[in-house]
């Protein structure tokens, strides 16, 4: 069936280091695949999006490619800053449920 | 333009009580979800509506009710609340035809049963 694979955190970083959170997915074709982000006390909002094989989403730095060969979407930003601080959520859309299937997220925690 | 609306905030009920959390959202979208979110566990789906006049059972649909009021209210129910259902509520909303299919959440409830 489908499903979403994130890495466990927390992921612990000081202020401007290089991020990279893994995500890996199981899916029959090609799924629309989703970053989410959810900020201390507030609900999720969607960080960045790929619909296609090798389109590449961004937003406030992030990125994520979509890679069909690897089946994986990787977070990555090259200088995060304590305000990123957040959890982050890797998802898929599944067309014949109308739903989006989710990972378990991953917490990130940026020291000053 | 308030985007999705929840209530309430928090909520805290005995074993055996009933209450309904409700969600509407003001982006005319014909898709409305409710999902319950655990440590350690992320989000699960309890019901969904695809479209006016459906819902549907998502993964952890036991203990709970749910109603499509109309086009932009879409409401929780619990009839018997148990300890287990202690969680944060999110309803979410969703345009079915767009292709990169985003959905948008509530700021959610604190439910805590004791």
């Known amino acids: 069936g489908n499903s979403v694979t994130q890495m466990e955190g927390p992921v612990t970083l000081s202020e401007e280091a290089f991020l990279t959170i893994n995500c890996t997915y199981t899916a029959t074709g090609y799924p629309s695949l989703f970053w989410y982000v959810q900020y201390p006390g507030e609900g999720l909002q969607l960080l960045l999006k790929a619909t296609k094989a090798d389109d590449k989403g961004s937003n406030k730095g992030f990125e994520a490619t979509y890679r069909k060969e690897t089946t994986s979407f990787h977070l990555e930003k090259g200088s995060v800053q304590v305000s990123d601080s957040a959890v982050y959520f890797c998802a898929l859309y599944w067309k014949i449920k109308y739903q989006l299937i989710w990972g378990a997220g991953t917490k990130l925690i940026i020291k000053p | 333009n308030a985007g999705v609306t929840q209530t309430p905030k928090f909520q805290v009920l005995k074993t055996g009580q009933s209450m309904t959390l409700q969600c509407a959202q003001d982006?005319?979208?014909?898709?409305m979800y409710w999902y319950r979110q655990d440590p350690g566990m992320g989000l699960r789906l309890i019901y969904y509506?695809?479209?006016?006049?459906?819902?549907d059972k998502g993964e952890v649909p036991n203990g709970y009710n749910v109603s499509r009021l109309n086009k932009r209210e879409f409401s929780l129910r619990l009839e018997s609340a148990a300890p287990s259902q202690t969680s944060v509520y999110f309803c979410?909303?969703?345009?079915?035809?767009?292709?990169?299919?985003?959905?948008?959440f509530g700021p959610g409830t604190r439910l805590t049963v004791t």
């Open positions: 979410a909303s969703s345009e079915l035809g767009q292709g990169a299919y985003e959905q948008y």
């Open positions: 982006m005319n979208h014909n898709s």
């Open positions: 509506s695809a479209s006016e006049g459906t819902t």
